[in-house]
């Protein structure tokens, strides 16, 4: 920012550094002003947290599993859902509203929008999962055994599933349902592939196989690590794949998002 | 470099449809410069190319010497958009729609507060600025809308039929802003379909049709392009049953349209249809409220070169009822 200033417009000029930073600068705003604007919205609360705590219910009430061993389960469903919910949301309501076209003809680059959204998923997700961490440790004395592997399983998993949102959100729709339908389409069986609702290591070999393509799996495994329940792949698969994952959502998320703007 | 905005070979197919056909015109700087066309003619698409919403299928655009696909970034920090539809955030306040595109721009705090202010002041929503944008008229959204365009001081500003669909009071208010910012120095592009609003604000038009532009020049040397064009305008104070049957028969007359409660007589020779209309009210006990002669106006332009009169729906079903 040293050689920053500021021109008779009111705007920041200055260095290629400055550059960057004027668009991590935007990606923020466009994020808090989503954290404002969307995070209260019915289908928000619906697919981000209604849903995956619902679904935890449905599964795990009248089954006997320890306390310790739902709450890793927990945390990945609410990481799963509510970070790749908000793309879906806010994306065909903006383009509803062409609020979305605000951001097209601003000085900002397709990449600073998107890190915006994606960054909105993140938090939401990072947010809302939080919630079986503290519960799980102030009243059913949850250890945290590995804050190294919990750390890579929030961040990892809220910037993947955050991307994977933002990438569906780039299917052409005007409602939030319109994005969700198809989203569900994958999200929904990856749940029962993952180890979710059935440890992996009781999973026959070749839905082992299944299981361990899936980025669902790794999320899972990282929380099971991370509140020192066990996993089966061990922590530096899971966060390798969950890595290369996350690579592959935010890359498709830009590139999709880029192919649909050269359709407007 | 006189040129505010320049476009040339400006082309969009979506998928085989032809949207905008090789189109080529400038926008001079500090002019008010309308694109006016029917409804599916182009004038959306054109401005979504310039804005960089849209990417031209081939052609450049260029917005202060900055090529719009190339230079991108250097381009939108000298426009403002105001598009068809007041795309503002219902559930922020006045004030955090402004200063939310502030911060779109990178205003520093301090920079976008004080224009945020400025602005919301200029437009009488100071003391509306905390609440919810959903709560305001639809004239308030719009003067919210143009507050937004106007945050990063650009130095042209995209109009999207700015005034369509608002109450008169707030037609006037936006009209009155546009000539003040143009006044300060602003180039404005103006798509409208209101003629007469063209014609009372733009410094050039051009009229695109069909993907074409038809015509490009000013509303007055583009009037002298149909001067053959003459009409009688008249009104009575009991509108006729007949009148539209019988006007298309009198001598001389080469069309009849009714408008609201008048009637336009188009002619060559205005003097001798004069006559007829005032003979023609005498003998049905006729009394007249209104009697105009009229040259040609935009509209007739408009008309000339697209072939369509956005006032004939009542002239058309007064020829059926014939």
């Not at chain 1, 790749?84 to 509203?97: D, L, T, Y």
């Not at chain 1, 669902?216 to 922590?235: D, K, M, N």
């Not at chain 1, 698969?237 to 998320?253: A, D």
């Not at chain 2, 080469?254 to 020779?269: H, I, P």
């Amino acid at each position: 920012m040293i050689n920053d200033h500021i021109d008779d417009k009111g705007t920041i000029r200055g260095s290629h550094s400055s550059h960057f930073m004027r668009e991590i600068r935007v990606a923020w705003a466009i994020a808090a002003k989503d954290m404002l604007t969307y995070y209260t919205k019915p289908a928000a609360l619906m697919f981000g947290i209604l849903f995956p705590f619902t679904l935890f219910l449905s599964f795990s009430i009248g089954r006997n599993i320890p306390l310790a061993q739902q709450i890793p389960m927990l945390i990945a469903q609410t990481l799963f859902f509510a970070s790749s919910s908000i793309g879906p949301v806010v994306i065909p309501m903006e383009r509803a509203n062409q609020t979305f076209d605000r951001f097209l003809t601003a000085p900002v680059s397709l990449l600073s929008v998107l890190m915006g959204k994606t960054l909105a998923g993140i938090i939401y997700g990072v947010g809302i999962s939080i919630i079986p961490v503290l519960v799980g440790v102030t009243f059913f004395n949850s250890q945290i055994a590995n804050i190294g592997a919990l750390i890579a399983c929030f961040a990892l998993s809220s910037l993947a599933f955050s991307a994977l949102g933002i990438m569906f959100a780039s299917i052409p729709g005007q409602t939030p349902g319109q994005v969700m339908m198809p989203l569900n389409f994958v999200r929904i069986p990856l749940l029962f592939i993952s180890g979710v609702f059935t440890p992996v290591g009781d999973l026959s070999t070749w839905m082992q196989a299944v299981s361990l393509l899936s980025p669902l799996t790794h999320t899972v495994e990282l929380a099971r690590y991370g509140l020192g329940v066990g996993g089966f792949y061990g922590p530096v698969i899971n966060i390798v794949v969950l890595g290369g994952y996350t690579v592959v959502f935010v890359f498709m998320s830009i590139r999709f998002h880029v192919l649909s703007q050269r359709k407007e | 470099m006189d040129n505010a905005i320049e476009a040339k070979g400006l082309t969009k197919y979506y998928g085989k449809l032809l949207a905008v056909d090789h189109i080529n015109f400038e926008a001079k700087k500090g002019e008010i410069f309308g694109f006016l066309g029917p409804n599916g003619a182009g004038k959306t698409t054109t401005i979504r190319m310039l804005t960089g919403i849209s990417k031209p299928t081939e052609g450049t655009a260029t917005i202060m010497g900055y090529d719009i696909q190339r230079q991108p970034i250097e381009a939108k920090e000298q426009m403002g958009i105001v598009p068809d539809v007041s795309n503002i955030y219902n559930e922020l306040s006045a004030w955090d729609n402004l200063v939310f595109t502030g911060r779109l721009y990178d205003m520093p705090k301090s920079f976008r507060e004080n224009r945020a202010e400025e602005l919301l002041k200029m437009f009488g929503l100071y003391e509306r600025r905390k609440e919810k944008v959903q709560l305001f008229s639809r004239g308030m959204k719009r003067r919210i809308c143009i507050g937004m365009a106007l945050m990063n001081r650009s130095d042209i500003l995209f109009l999207d039929e700015p005034t369509s669909g608002l109450d008169v009071q707030s037609v006037l208010i936006i009209r009155e802003m546009i000539r003040t910012l143009n006044q300060q120095g602003l180039t404005i592009f103006i798509t409208t379909h209101n003629l007469e609003e063209a014609s009372q604000m733009c410094d050039r038009v051009a009229i695109i049709n069909r993907g074409k532009i038809a015509a490009i020049d000013t509303p007055e040397r583009l009037k002298r392009t149909v001067q053959g064009l003459q009409s009688v305008e008249v009104a009575f104070a009991a509108t006729p049953v007949n009148a539209l049957k019988d006007f298309k028969e009198l001598p001389n007359t080469r069309e009849v349209v009714k408008e609201g409660d008048k009637f336009r007589l188009f002619t060559d020779d205005p003097s001798s249809v004069l006559a007829s209309v005032w003979k023609y009210s005498q003998n049905n006990n006729l009394k007249l409220i209104t009697v105009n002669t009229l040259g040609p106006s935009l509209e007739d332009v408009f008309v000339n070169l697209t072939g369509i009169r956005p006032t004939t729906e009542e002239s058309k079903r007064g020829a059926q009822s014939k």
